[in-house]
């Protein structure tokens, strides 16, 4: 008797597994809902550009769409240096903020933005299916532009809806690039964050 129940039960355990992996192949079969750009975040963020001589970079991105403004944290090189900088992008005023940090010496410098972060409308990119990214299961997006030659793809975590990478495609030009995205913090950051600090912000000048 108790062998056969210990069959019965391995049978009813294969028949739950069975079950389980049908319902969840359903789910991620099914098409989702359309992306939306996240409205705040915080995220460690690597950028790898092809077809042309920049170096990857690696940096802290923080956004608010309620004020407006963008700030990158991250190694730089200036002058042949190697330095921390803080760049705050107030989108209001079109204004972007460079503040430089080195041992015992702080530097800022400010212009007009001229500099494009990818805050892209997902409106009408098309679902063709999952991916892994890291291990994670992630959802696949793309849109063509045919006449400009550009294609855009975004993939998004499937539990969170999150960013997690990002690639354009320029064939006119011969460009691409990549965003990917870790540590996603989707909530308003700090809002003294956004603004550099009135007594750094009185010795800056135009560059």
């Known amino acids: 008797v108790s062998t056969q129940s210990t069959g019965i039960n391995k049978m009813q355990a294969s028949t739950i597994i069975i079950f389980l992996s049908v319902l969840v192949l359903g789910v991620l079969s099914q098409t ?11 995220a460690s963020v690597a950028q790898h550009h092809y077809n042309n001589r920049e170096p990857p970079r690696f940096f802290r991105w923080f956004y608010d769409s309620e004020k407006n403004k963008d700030r990158l944290d991250g190694i730089t090189e200036v ?3 190697r330095t921390w900088a803080q ?11 460079v503040v430089l940090y080195q041992p015992s010496t702080v530097s800022c410098y400010y212009r007009n933005i001229n500099t494009t972060l990818p805050k892209p409308n997902l409106a009408n990119v098309e679902y063709i299916g999952t991916a892994l990214i890291d291990d994670l299961p992630v959802y696949h997006w793309i849109e063509t532009d045919r ?9 998004e975590t499937i539990r969170y809806r999150e960013p997690k990478r990002i690639d354009v495609s320029n064939d006119r030009e011969g460009r691409s690039e990549t965003w990917l995205f870790y540590e996603f913090d989707a909530c308003a950051q700090d809002p003294e964050l956004y603004d550099v600090p009135f007594f750094i912000r009185a010795t800056c000048t135009s560059f």
């Open 79 to 81: 002058f042949g240096e």
């Open 87 to 97: 760049v705050i992008f107030d989108h209001t005023i079109q204004r972007e903020y």
């Open 32 to 42: 989702p809902t359309k992306p939306v750009w996240p409205r705040y975040f915080s």
């Open 147 to 155: 006449t400009r030659g550009i294609t855009f793809q975004y993939f």
